[in-house]
């Protein structure tokens, strides 16, 4: 399934934070950023930490057990580029902030 999957309304995920959401059986982590909704991979690739529990800066996200620094635009891990998690695409239906995850047999 590649459709958008409703995870909040708009105004649920405080500014400046994310949420984990269970999206097609893929944890995603949403973030409230200035530039909008951002979603990337809820686990860090490092130790397995929830991203949506780290604090958020200038469009990074920082791993709360290591600080392992992911830009929430790219997934891209500060340190070294070529290592990223997934981004997930998000749009916002009235009220509804909805992620599109892609099943891996698509």
């Known amino acids: ?10 105004g649920a995920i405080p500014a400046g934070e994310g949420q984990p959401f269970n999206v097609n059986g ?3 982590a949403v973030f409230n950023t200035p530039e909008g909704y951002l979603a990337i991979d ?3 690739p490092h130790m397995g930490a ?3 529990g780290g604090c958020v800066e ?11 620094g992911f830009q929430l635009c790219d997934g891209a891990w500060l ?4 290592i990223k998690v997934d981004c997930f695409e ?17």
């Open 1 to 10: 399934m590649s459709d958008f999957i409703t995870v909040a309304k708009v």
């Open 26 to 28: 893929r944890m995603v």
């Open 42 to 44: 809820d686990f860090c």
């Open 50 to 52: 929830s991203l949506a």
């Open 58 to 68: 200038d469009g990074v996200v920082m791993c709360p057990w290591h600080a392992w």
């Open 79 to 82: 340190d070294n580029p070529k």
């Open 90 to 106: 998000v749009r916002v239906e009235g009220d509804e902030i909805q992620v599109k995850v892609v099943k891996p047999e698509e």
